[in-house]
């Protein structure tokens, strides 16, 4: 990211105390000037994430690489063992969550695993009805209906990655209309840890080399956009410190294919401790 989001908390204090002196002068000067330090320290409620920082927000989101894996399963570029899916999170899991943390990073982790089925041409009902009850009991139906949008049929490889990403995009742009700001970021370090769970899967198999498809480099600049974005809202949403800090290690776990097989069980373990 070009621009800490320490520096956009300043303006978005600065611009709330404005908006409040020009639209009331009931509120004391010096309450006016704790808000505004309290806001520039990071110590702000979350109903001050302003127009402007969630626009910043959005983009930073947006300029993430397209999540490839999906797709290039779909293309056969990627193959899965078609018998291999006994990595993929058991949808029994989710009678065990508790916390709005937690079912957001289920979530994610689901919504992977569905795009994978989905990719493999697999029956996806038992984990699109686990989705439907994470996404009711978080308060975002409309990710359910956006992420079961089907590509054009015998779409080519640059029409489903521009699906995929205008999908992707749509699901973040609703969740900030709707103040979720924080569920979409725990969705995506769950929908990190998953993709990189199927890139450490002993079934994978990679035309030619993983580098030259594409997929290291983009796995490690999906994961460094949300660790930086989420290291930077944990004092608006102090859940997100703790998603931060579990999957800090997860860049570096899939540079390549090899150091992802070796790390499988590090990264199992990650999806584990996400859904404390």
Request: net charge negative; proline share 3%.
């Given at each position: ?6 520096s ?10 404005m ?6 002068k009931k ?10 330090e309290?806001a ?23 300029d993430?690489p ?6 290039k ?16 999170l ?7 969550l ?23 041409k ?18 975002i ?29 749509k ?27 199927v ?33 930077d ?7 997100l410190?703790?998603?931060?800090t579990t ?7 899939v540079a390549?294919?090899?150091t ?16 404390k």
């Open positions: 990211m070009k621009k800490s989001f320490v956009l908390l300043t303006i978005a204090a600065i611009t709330f105390g908006a409040s002196c020009n639209s009331s509120q004391d000067a010096a309450e006016q000037k704790v808000e505004e309290a520039i320290a990071g110590e702000v409620s979350k109903g001050l994430l302003t127009a402007e920082l969630k626009d910043e927000v959005t983009r930073f989101l947006k993430m397209d999540s490839e894996l999906p797709y399963v779909s293309t056969g570029e990627v193959t899965i063992s078609v018998a291999n899916t006994d990595f993929m058991p949808v029994s899991k989710v009678s065990e508790n916390t709005q943390a937690q079912k957001a990073r289920a979530c994610g982790i689901y919504f992977a695993d569905l795009n994978v089925l989905k990719a493999m697999k029956p996806t009902t038992d984990i699109e009805n686990v989705l439907v009850k994470l996404t009711t009991d978080l308060d139906p409309f990710a359910i209906d956006i992420m079961k949008e089907s590509a054009p049929a015998n779409a080519s490889k640059e029409e489903l990655s521009k699906f995929m990403k205008n999908q992707e995009n699901l973040i742009d609703a969740m900030m209309e709707n103040d979720k700001a924080d569920v979409e970021l725990e969705l995506l370090g769950g929908m990190a840890v998953e993709y990189a769970i890139y450490a899967n002993p079934g994978l198999v990679v035309k030619g080399d993983a580098i030259s498809a594409g997929l290291s480099e983009n796995m490690e600049k999906r994961i460094g956009i949300i660790q930086q974005i989420t290291a809202l944990a004092k608006y949403y102090p859940d410190e703790q998603l931060g999957i800090a290690p997860l860049s570096g776990m390549t294919i090899n992802a097989r070796e790390s499988k069980a590090k990264i199992e373990e990650m999806r584990a401790n996400l859904l």
